[in-house]
């Protein structure tokens, strides 16, 4: 029956090409606007290497200081948590997460050991469960090991276009490069990393043990869990490091941001410290995303039910004699709705491909990537992506046809055989 649908659905594409080329480009801008947002949310948040665990990890990543002291009140913010905050106060209160890792990045000038030019790049420090929470690929030796962390001893791991650009296509492992005219040895090298992952990028990854004046530092805090479900059990000891922190500081009061998961780092950005402010400011971004959405289903839809109705009434007749047959008004209208939705599938996909060309046109604007960046093709091209545009072109469909559908099921057999769209 379904295949019978299917030739009716491309006999009438055939009829009028000039309407089935409208609708279905109609459709297709219609689906290029939602699948933009959609991918580049995608892109965003999917749980891909090298941040492979997006879906488990809660992020602290700023934090702020109200002193009330003389009866002042200042308020001053920082990029991260203070080393004092990190080693003495969230990691003992840890009990939960399978790893805490703390990563602070900074620029700094990096050379060969020895050579004359030096490169301004990004050096992260990190400490030794960073490896484990990124699952960045190594293309030669290794990771530096957790006595070189614990040690401070000054070991490296370089992006493979860094490897390149300071030694020329040589082998750069248990060689020496500078960093800020310090020397550190090379244990290993890992494949380029987007920007995209903003807590797995650099061009150069170290301990951060052995750089200087690391305890003056300000680091992101990333707690993995072993599942969700053990998030709010981690908020609260996060909030429990908190309330001994502001007890022991006092009269200097301490806000963090967060713990956060991902998607809420991502789109929340700065907005609130505490889970309650951060919640709030999800729920209403989630219901100006839905009303974006609903807007753009709705005004496409309703333009394009004008092609559908039009398509309708010159089948008047046969639906008429189907009827007269004794065809039952559900079938009619999921005839119409099947033959709908394979013009809605066609733009859907004309769509997808578009919205991939902006996403990719307008990397750097979208996602921060810069124009000779390169996405994550995992990331891309996912179930995800390919359930939300069948969703998409459903809802399109049921929209934009549902209505002159319905009103063909119903209308009577006579009025049916002379094309009379009045009861």
């Known amino acids: 029956m379904y295949k019978t649908y299917f030739r009716q659905a491309v006999g009438m594409l055939k009829q009028n090409p000039f309407i089935s080329v409208i609708s279905i480009l109609g459709t297709a801008l219609a689906i290029m606007m ?19 665990f997006r879906d488990r990890t809660l992020y602290l990543v700023s934090f702020a200081v109200r002193d009330t002291s003389g009866g002042n009140k200042s308020y001053q913010s920082y990029g991260g948590l203070p080393y004092d905050a990190l080693k003495n106060y969230i990691v003992p209160a840890m009990k939960t997460p399978e790893l805490v890792v703390a990563t602070v990045n900074n620029v700094a000038v990096v050379k060969r050991e020895g050579a004359k030019d030096a490169l301004y790049q990004s050096v992260r420090g990190t400490d030794a469960d960073y490896w484990k929470l990124y699952t960045h ?199 119409v709705l099947y033959e709908n939705l394979i013009t809605t599938l066609i733009g859907g996909i004309i769509g997808l491909g578009l919205s991939y060309g902006i996403v990719f046109g307008m990397r750097k604007w979208l996602l921060g990537i810069p124009a000779d960046g390169s996405l994550p093709l995992n990331a891309l091209v996912s179930g995800t992506t390919f359930l939300a545009i069948f969703v998409v072109c459903l809802v399109l469909n049921l929209i934009s046809a549902g209505a002159p559908a319905y009103r063909a099921s119903r209308m009577n057999i006579v009025d049916s055989l002379h094309q009379n769209n009045r009861k």
Request: aromatic share 10%; proline share 5%.
């Open 34 to 52: 939602i699948m933009t947002m959609i991918v580049t949310f995608q892109i965003k948040n999917a749980s891909v290497a090298p941040e492979a």
């Open 137 to 335: 690929t190594f293309t030669a030796g290794k990771p530096y090991a957790r006595e070189d962390f614990e040690s401070g001893i000054r070991t490296a791991v370089l992006s493979e276009t860094m490897a390149k650009m300071l030694f020329k296509g040589e082998d750069p492992i248990g060689k020496n490069i500078e960093i800020d005219f310090n020397s550190y040895r090379v244990t290993g090298i890992v494949r380029n990393v987007s920007p995209l992952f903003q807590e797995a990028y650099s061009e150069v990854w170290i301990p951060y043990t052995a750089s200087p004046g690391y305890e003056r530092s300000y680091y992101d805090v990333m707690l993995l869990a072993r599942n969700t479900a053990d998030f709010p059990k981690i908020r609260e000891e996060v909030n429990e490091a908190k309330r001994k922190l502001d007890f022991e500081k006092s009269p200097k009061f301490v806000d963090f941001a967060g713990p956060r998961d991902h998607r809420a780092l991502a789109t929340v950005s700065a907005r609130g410290t505490t889970s309650e402010q951060i919640s709030d400011y999800a729920r209403k971004t989630r219901r100006r995303t839905v009303f974006l959405f609903a807007v753009m289903l709705l005004v496409p839809a309703l333009n394009l039910s004008g092609f559908s109705l039009s398509r309708i009434r010159k089948r008047m007749a046969e639906i008429g004699i189907r009827k007269a047959f004794g065809a039952k008004r559900h079938v009619i209208l999921i005839q």
